[in-house]
Nanobody
Framework: QVQLVESGGGLVQAGDSLRLSCTFS????????MGWFRQAPGKDRTFVAT????????RYAESVKGRFTISRDNAKNTVYLQRNSLKPEDTAGYYC?????????????????WGQGTQVTVSS
């Protein structure tokens, strides 16, 4: 059974940078496309970024392009989300997700496994 564990959340100020990590276990990491989603209080969960086994092919939501970078280290079974120039509207619970195969889907319904989430709060 695939398990995902996020870490790296916290309270930061606007303009700060923060890196989230998600550790994958239970299967062959390189066989999975990994994604990050976020959910703000009272809102639906939304797509942030996704990356398949090819590390140079990430896909991003328009709202985070140029500020967030997704990457993966297949040797460490870990996917990262580097977030720069954080804004108060980036405040949300951030969730790591995994789906088998290479399709970099932006739909949360396409992902089979989810982490428990890590909270990020950006103060103005």
């Amino acid at each position: 059974q695939v398990q995902l564990v996020e870490s790296g959340g916290g309270l930061v100020q606007a303009g700060d940078s923060l890196r989230l990590s998600c550790t994958f276990s239970g299967h062959t990491f390189s066989s999975y496309t990994m994604g990050w989603f976020r959910q703000a209080p009272g809102k639906d969960r939304t797509f942030v970024a996704t990356i398949s086994w090819g590390i140079d092919n990430p896909r991003y939501a328009e709202s985070v392009k140029g500020r967030f970078t997704i990457s993966r280290d297949n040797a460490k079974n870990t996917v990262y989300l580097q977030r720069n120039s954080l804004k108060p509207e980036d405040t949300a619970g951030y969730y790591c997700a995994a789906r088998s195969g290479l399709s970099r889907s932006a739909s949360d319904m396409s992902y089979d496994y989810w982490g428990q989430g890590t909270q990020v709060t950006v103060s103005s």
